[in-house]
């Protein structure tokens, strides 16, 4: 634990900008890059500067579940993507998209069902990388 109070008091910002920033990448991925390797990498960015500055109890207090839990949530995602296109009739992994209207008519949103799978792979990816990190920590202490 590196707790200075530079640390401590830019945690109070960085948080919050990382979790935006975060789920930025993850909207804007499925058409341009970025999605969910690199909005999971800033996830996991954002959970572990907390580890960081507080310790392992801030951490699970920000995150009172397992990684493992994240990589098997992300994994069933991911795999429900695929399996769900088969579900109706079309090849495994085959991706739909359409648009929805924003409020106010302030244009059109484009989703996709790949937006599902990239949800899968950020939250596995945030889960290894956290769990790594945590675990590699626990042996430093």
Do not use: C
């Not at 008091?9 to 390797?37: D, E």
Request: glycine share 16%; hydrophobic share 50%; aromatic share 10%.
């Amino acid at each position: 634990m590196m707790s200075t109070v530079i640390l401590r008091t830019s945690v109070r910002l960085l948080i919050p900008l990382s979790l935006v920033f975060s789920v930025f990448i993850y909207f804007k991925g499925h058409q341009t890059p970025g999605g969910g390797f690199v909005g999971g990498l800033m996830l996991a960015a954002a959970i572990v500067i907390q580890r960081m500055s507080d310790g392992g109890a801030s951490m699970r207090k920000l995150m009172p579940f397992s990684p493992r839990l994240l990589i098997a949530a992300g994994l069933l995602l991911a795999l429900g993507t695929g399996i769900g296109a088969i579900g109706f009739g079309l090849p495994f992994f085959t991706s739909n998209h359409g648009y929805i209207p924003l409020p106010g008519g302030g244009g059109k949103f484009e989703w996709a069902t790949v937006m599902i799978f990239d949800l899968g792979v950020m939250l596995t990816v945030a889960g290894v990388v956290v769990g790594i990190i945590d675990a590699l920590s626990q042996e430093l202490e």
